[in-house]
């Protein structure tokens, strides 16, 4: 008799326990799933197009237009969490393309094979919290890696900014979701014009600046730590 009231003692000694735990540990199961991620890695394909700039008669080239293909583009985006609503984002965007010139007398010509390489740190701020699909504006700066892939032509790394916007859309898993984007892209060349000015110190000639500028529509797969 003894060994049963020990026995009967000690199980509900037991019981008490794992009632007194199961709180806690469901507790702790909802806390871990209210807590946000804090890093989304999303990534996208893209349709990209633009890209032209005027030049200057040379002895390499002469006056026309030269004009980058529309194509596919494709990259990634690691977004860090600042707050409930805004992101530091770090992106990488790459394009394959043909690059054509059209001169001023002549006509068209393909130029040979060309990729912009787009590397951007920026910020995004969503205009919504809680919905569904919730729009944001973005915008960066950082630089675009011009690569020729043809000809004794080396690439040229230049600066470049882009605004943007788009949209997240939410599913039943808080873990994975899809992203919308749509930017332009602006990265400042060199004209081929020269100008010149003079101080107290001297005179200077300058190069003049023409502007490279790129549409990008892209989706991606949300993927959130």
Request: hydrophobic fraction near 40%; glycine fraction near 12%.
């Amino acid at each position: 008799m003894p060994r049963t009231t020990s026995t009967v003692q000690s199980f509900i000694l037991v019981a008490a326990l794992l009632l007194t735990a199961t709180p806690s540990v469901a507790a702790a199961q909802v806390s871990y799933r209210q807590v946000p991620p804090r890093v989304e890695l999303t990534p996208f394909g893209s349709y990209q197009w633009g890209g032209s700039f005027d030049t200057q008669s040379s002895g390499i080239i002469s006056a026309g237009e030269l004009n980058e293909g529309d194509s596919f583009s494709w990259g990634v985006i690691a977004s860090f969490m600042a707050q409930r609503n805004s992101a530091v984002e770090l992106w990488y965007l790459r394009q394959d393309t043909d690059v054509s010139f059209n001169p001023n007398t002549g006509d068209t010509r393909n130029v040979g094979d060309f990729a912009n390489n787009y590397i951007q740190l920026g910020v995004r701020q969503d205009l919504a919290v809680g919905a569904r699909a919730r729009p944001f504006i973005t915008a960066s700066m950082g630089v675009n890696i011009l690569d020729p892939k043809s000809g004794d032509l080396g690439s040229s790394t230049r600066f470049a900014w882009s605004l943007g916007g788009g949209a997240k859309i939410a599913t039943s898993n808080p873990r994975v979701g899809f992203r919308l984007d749509l930017r332009w892209m602006v990265t400042p060349v060199p004209s081929g014009t020269y100008g010149g000015w003079c101080d107290v110190w001297g005179c200077y000639a300058v190069e003049g600046t023409d502007w490279l500028h790129q549409g990008q529509a892209g989706a991606g797969i949300v993927i959130a730590f």
